[in-house]
């Protein structure tokens, strides 16, 4: 089997366009319908839930407090357009974090989820986030742990990685397939 990935000169939300372009079409070849996005402000899953209409289409934030205590950065107006448009919003305690980010904090020293993140971005930054908000999903059983899923994320705002994934329960992380990488930046 012979596949494409497309490299991006810089990360960041200047590649949101293409990304979802090369994501849809792709989502399209392997008759997948099942989308998994990172947003923070919800621009990007909004963009998402209009070009992936009619599939599923998970959007997960950052965590209330993600940023300060009782902050969440999801405007109520991306929200209402996201849910308008058919997306689910999922707010969760990050995988990686949790806890450890506690310890990290007050006892300055790291953890499992650290070495984990860490080692994923050598991939780049949006490696860590899809395989996160991934398994976050499976967690929450938005997404099916026998059906590929694309996993979309970015280095800040917007996205620049895409990737065709088989999610797991974080119980089974290391189990978890990446079958393709569809775009990302070439850093």
């Given at each position: 089997?012979?596949?494409?990935i497309?490299?991006?000169?810089?990360?960041?939300?200047?590649?949101l366009?293409?990304?979802l372009?090369l994501?849809?079409?792709?989502?399209?070849?392997?008759?997948?319908?099942?989308?998994?996005?990172?947003?923070?402000?919800?621009?990007?899953a909004?963009?998402?839930t209009?070009?992936?209409?009619?599939?599923?289409?998970?959007?997960?934030?950052?965590?209330?407090?993600?940023?300060?205590?009782?902050?969440?950065?999801?405007?109520?107006?991306?929200?209402?357009?996201?849910?308008?448009?058919?997306g689910?919003?999922?707010t969760?305690?990050?995988?990686?974090?949790?806890?450890?980010?506690a310890?990290r904090?007050?006892?300055?020293?790291?953890?499992?989820?650290?070495?984990?993140?860490?080692?994923?971005?050598?991939?780049?930054?949006?490696?860590?986030?899809?395989?996160?908000?991934?398994?976050?999903?499976?967690?929450a059983?938005?997404?099916?742990?026998?059906e590929?899923?694309?996993?979309?994320?970015?280095?800040?705002?917007?996205?620049?990685?895409?990737?065709?994934?088989?999610?797991?329960?974080?119980?089974?992380f290391?189990?978890?397939?990446?079958k393709?990488?569809?775009?990302?930046?070439?850093?």
């Amino acid at each position: 089997m012979e596949g494409e990935i497309i490299y991006f000169e810089n990360p960041g939300v200047n590649n949101l366009e293409e990304t979802l372009k090369l994501a849809k079409k792709r989502a399209d070849e392997l008759g997948i319908k099942t989308i998994v996005v990172a947003t923070t402000v919800g621009t990007t899953a909004v963009r998402a839930t209009e070009v992936f209409k009619g599939m599923k289409v998970v959007a997960v934030t950052h965590s209330e407090g993600f940023h300060g205590p009782n902050s969440q950065e999801l405007t109520p107006e991306n929200r209402e357009k996201i849910e308008k448009n058919g997306g689910i919003i999922f707010t969760a305690t990050h995988l990686f974090s949790g806890v450890g980010a506690a310890m990290r904090k007050k006892f300055t020293t790291y953890l499992l989820g650290d070495i984990v993140s860490n080692t994923l971005r050598i991939m780049g930054q949006g490696m860590k986030v899809v395989v996160e908000i991934t398994v976050m999903a499976a967690d929450a059983g938005l997404v099916k742990v026998d059906e590929d899923v694309i996993a979309i994320a970015g280095t800040g705002r917007g996205a620049d990685y895409a990737v065709v994934m088989r999610p797991v329960n974080s119980a089974d992380f290391f189990d978890l397939k990446i079958k393709e990488i569809i775009c990302k930046p070439r850093y």
